[in-house]
């Protein structure tokens, strides 16, 4: 149904569009009932589709990626009219999700199978990996199909089926990700999206049928579901916040790698989990750093993410996300930190927070241990390797993080130190669908994409046959 175009304030499954704060259409929650039908048609399509051949689920698992690719910019308008990504963004995102199935259908079946294992008294034995049955996936708004792709395509191809229950302001990319299975022949039953509410999310888990959740989204909502799937003995992956580390020792382009740093952290306006959401820069090139990030961030205005116009910036995902962004930097700035550009809470429904530069973060301050999830770069000074390494790790979380040298080996002395789950040296983050990704401490656990991906929610099957 469409809604009133002025009820910003709506709750449920809705495009509000970020740029305007205008609901442009809503979506009716699921009815118990429905949700009872989806996990009984992942259960029954589990019957099937478990024993379709690996090679055979690997051609609809290819066609899924085709599909990403052809719809690529019918896809982007969606995602960047939900949550305000930049259009040219949204396309890409688009587009690496084929790389993410294809990836999958082409070395799935290596990597599902059976692994003889020597034996000490005699017999063959066999270790097998066979699929669990029907999942939960609870997903983001900030990668609205990237996220889906990386928990889909791995289990698709194990043969799990899944319950999707997609961010209440992502509805449109959420059926479209199901018109893609539709079409590119997954079967009925094999992958089920659903306009679930949080009490359904509940009711899922608990659900004995159920055999597995995994969830992308806040510490808070970690919390909830980890304790709900520990309850029901049921296994978990989660991947929650970052605040990853980005050091730099020293530098033979101080413009050039300022640059990088700063398009590293305004990607998808800032919304990313690991993201460089603290830099640590020694002292020698520290101030001259921080004057190049300021040249990139002054002068910045509002514009329209679907254009993408020079010299503009687009809007949050929310307005709520923007004024809890403006509170952390304010808090900041009243314990001491200094804004050296942008800060600025724009007025008006749309979710625009001037893209921010910031230093002198103390641990007294909410921005020192809290992630701080938008446009904002925060740069700290370290003296020694010793010390950038101790500021990188003083963090609750664990999720990637990078350190730059021009001396490659310096670089990864210290980053072989950084506790986390993804360590870098010399480049932002290891890009790619063979690359595993997932952190440690209070980032969560497991792991999504590569050789890793296909790891989690498996029956590693012991198959022994003696003489």
């Not at 039908?37 to 379709?52: H, K, P, S």
């Not at 079967?187 to 597995?212: C, K, L, M, W």
């Not at 001259?288 to 990139?296: A, I, M, P, Q, R």
Request: aromatic share 8%; charged share 20%; hydrophobic share 40%.
């Amino acid at each position: 149904m469409t809604a009133n175009a002025q009820t910003p304030t709506a709750t449920g499954y809705r495009v509000q569009n970020p740029a305007t704060g205008a609901v442009e259409e809503e979506f009716d929650t699921a009815t118990d009932a429905e949700i009872q039908d989806a996990i009984t048609a992942a259960q029954t399509g589990f019957q099937g589709w478990r024993n379709v051949d690996i090679k055979e689920r690997a051609k609809i698992v290819a066609r899924v990626g085709e599909l990403f690719a052809e719809r690529a910019d019918e896809l982007a308008a969606t995602i960047t009219q939900e949550m305000g990504k930049p259009l040219s963004e949204s396309k890409g995102e688009a587009e690496y999700c084929q790389e993410i199935f294809e990836y999958f259908a082409t070395e799935g079946p290596t990597l599902a199978a059976d692994a003889e294992v020597k034996t000490l008294s005699g017999g063959k034995a066999i270790i097998q990996r066979l699929p669990v049955g029907p999942l939960l996936g609870i997903m983001p708004w900030n990668y609205p199909y990237y996220q889906v792709a990386r928990f889909a395509a791995p289990n698709l191809m194990l043969g799990n089926t899944i319950v999707l229950k997609h961010a209440e302001t992502c509805p449109r990319s959420a059926l479209a990700i199901q018109s893609i299975m539709d079409d590119a022949g997954v079967p009925a039953g094999v992958y089920n999206n659903v306009f679930a509410s949080h009490d359904q999310i509940s009711t899922i888990i608990e659900d004995p049928r159920i055999q597995g959740v995994s969830l992308t989204g806040s510490e808070r909502a970690g919390a909830i579901i980890g304790e709900q799937a520990g309850r029901n003995l049921k296994k978990a992956v989660l991947e929650l916040g970052g605040s990853d580390p980005y050091v730099i020792l020293d530098s033979a382009n101080i413009a050039e790698d300022a640059a990088t740093a700063w398009a590293t952290r305004m990607e998808n306006t800032g919304q990313a989990c690991n993201s460089n959401k603290r830099m640590i820069v020694m002292e020698d090139i520290f101030d001259d750093f921080v004057g190049e990030l300021t040249k990139l961030a002054i002068d910045l205005v509002p514009g329209d993410p679907a254009k993408e116009d020079e010299g503009t910036f687009g809007p949050l995902s929310s307005r709520a996300a923007a004024e809890g962004l403006a509170a952390q930097i304010q808090d900041a700035v009243d314990k001491g930190a200094t804004v050296h550009a942008g800060g600025t809470l724009h007025e008006g429904p749309g979710a625009y927070l001037s893209p921010t530069v910031l230093t002198g973060i103390t641990k007294g301050m909410r921005a020192y241990y809290e992630e701080l999830f938008g446009p904002v770069a925060v740069v700290y000074k370290a003296t020694s390797d010793e010390e950038a390494l101790e500021m990188a790790n003083d963090t609750q979380y664990g999720l990637g993080g990078a350190v730059f040298a021009t001396d490659q080996a310096r670089a990864a002395k210290v980053a072989s130190g950084l506790d986390s789950g993804m360590a870098n040296v010399n480049v932002p983050s290891a890009e790619g669908a063979e690359m595993p990704f997932g952190g440690v401490k209070r980032s969560g656990f497991g792991r999504e994409l590569g050789p890793l991906g296909m790891e989690e929610f498996v029956n590693k099957r012991l198959f022994y046959v003696a003489d």
